[in-house]
């Protein structure tokens, strides 16, 4: 029998101003429907949520009024879960013309009523502090 080993997201320790420098775009909206773009059948890893978010403010790139937000199902794959109705602050990478945008937990989103924070890396899953 074979056994993989475990992996776990890990972020760099970066302040918000970071990665806003990093990312392509950043923006705020409210998610309005969650839904999972399956993969492969003999790969569960490569599920992917699909946030349809309705953008508010875009701080920095161009994206569309409505955008899907793209982020890994698994967390430790460095997926984030965001709620329908909440309105966040979105730090994104890609090219935004197909109306599709990628974030993750080390980027730096997150909900608007949340200070800003360090993304730091404790046992190999991400948090935040402030």
């Known amino acids: 029998m074979f056994v993989s080993p475990a992996s776990a997201c890990s972020c760099a320790i970066e302040t918000e101003a970071e990665q806003y420098q990093r990312a392509d775009h950043v923006f705020t909206g409210t998610v309005r429907q969650k839904t999972v773009e399956r ?3 003999a790969d569960p890893f490569d599920d992917l949520h699909r946030y349809a978010v309705r953008v508010h403010k875009v701080l920095k790139g161009e994206v569309p009024r409505h955008v899907n937000v793209i982020t ?8 984030i879960e965001l709620t329908k ?20 937990l080390c980027s730096g989103t997150r909900l608007v009523s949340q200070p800003p ?3 730091r890396s ?7 502090s402030s």
């Open 72 to 79: 890994t199902v698994q967390s430790a794959m460095c997926g």
């Open 39 to 41: 993969g492969h059948k």
């Open 122 to 128: 404790e046992g190999g899953a991400c948090h935040v």
């Open 85 to 104: 109705g909440a309105q966040y602050l979105i730090f994104s990478f890609g090219d935004s013309s197909d109306r599709r945008v990628e974030t993750n």
């Open 117 to 119: 924070g360090l993304i």
